[in-house]
């Protein structure tokens, strides 16, 4: 089955602890993407990656980092995380280009305490 | 710089009833495209459409329709006998073709539509 998978789901977590969160798609997509949904302001794009060992800014990237070792995986790495960084996080994979559909995985819910 | 508004935040319906989703958009780009996304309260991203720029055909798939029109900057969904199941959060988004490879979506602020029985 087609998928992107994250892990985990949910997530309890404490200012400053370093933590990782997984995305991993079997579509063999180049394109994967990172969004966080808040309230009110619907899904702001974090980071991208075109390819392997390409990535680059989106909208909101501070206090974010990625790396995109292989085609499939594309984690999301919170080095010193906040409270303001406690939000809902999509990741996305799609073939490059404007006009591809991004299939989004389940969502990862983090709160920073 | 691109944007999408989705002027209704929540809407409420009673079950039967016919619901358009507004959807307006604001891009330089001539060649663009257009998604819709539901998010039902279990919370994952559902992909519902996708509209290039160049074909203004409304569409209609069982109960979905959607009207694109170019002059107004407008891509609104019409959901025709509601039903419960179609609770949810409803986003509009945005892929500008100036982006180039970077397909990155500009979503809306969604729109929250509850279904009552």
């Known amino acids: 089955e087609a998928q992107v998978t994250q892990n985990p789901r949910y997530l309890i977590t404490v200012t400053g602890k370093k933590l990782t969160v997984t995305c991993s798609q079997n579509?063999?997509?180049?394109?994967m993407s990172w969004y966080r949904q808040d309230p009110g302001l619907g899904l702001r794009q974090i980071y991208y990656?075109?390819?392997?060992?390409?990535?680059d800014k989106g909208d909101v990237p501070e206090g974010y980092k990625v790396s995109r070792k292989e085609k499939r995986n594309f984690p999301l790495i919170l080095e010193s995380p906040s409270p303001n960084q406690t939000s809902l996080y999509f990741c996305?994979?799609?073939?490059?280009?404007?006009?591809?559909?991004?299939?989004f995985g389940p969502g990862t819910r983090l709160l920073v305490l | 710089a691109q944007k999408v508004t989705q002027a209704q935040t929540e809407i409420s319906v009673v079950e039967k009833e016919d619901v358009t989703l507004d959807c307006v958009y604001e891009?330089?780009?001539?060649?663009?495209?257009l998604f819709w996304y539901k998010q039902p309260p279990s919370g994952e991203l559902v992909f519902l459409i996708r509209?290039?720029?160049?074909?203004?055909q409304n569409e209609i798939s069982g109960r979905y329709s959607w009207n694109f029109q170019k002059s107004t900057s407008s891509f609104n969904f019409t959901i025709t006998a509601s039903q419960v199941v179609d609770s949810a959060v409803y986003f509009c988004?945005?892929?500008?073709?100036?982006?180039?490879?970077?397909?990155?979506?500009?979503f809306g602020k969604g729109i929250t539509l509850s279904v009552r029985p």
């Open positions: 996305a994979s799609s073939f490059p280009g404007a006009q591809e559909t991004q299939y």
């Open positions: 579509m063999n997509h180049e394109y």
């Open positions: 990656s075109m390819n392997v060992e390409v990535t």
């Open positions: 891009t330089r780009d001539t060649t663009y495209y």
């Open positions: 509209r290039n720029s160049f074909d203004e």
């Open positions: 988004a945005l892929s500008p073709h100036s982006t180039g490879a970077n397909s990155k979506l500009t």
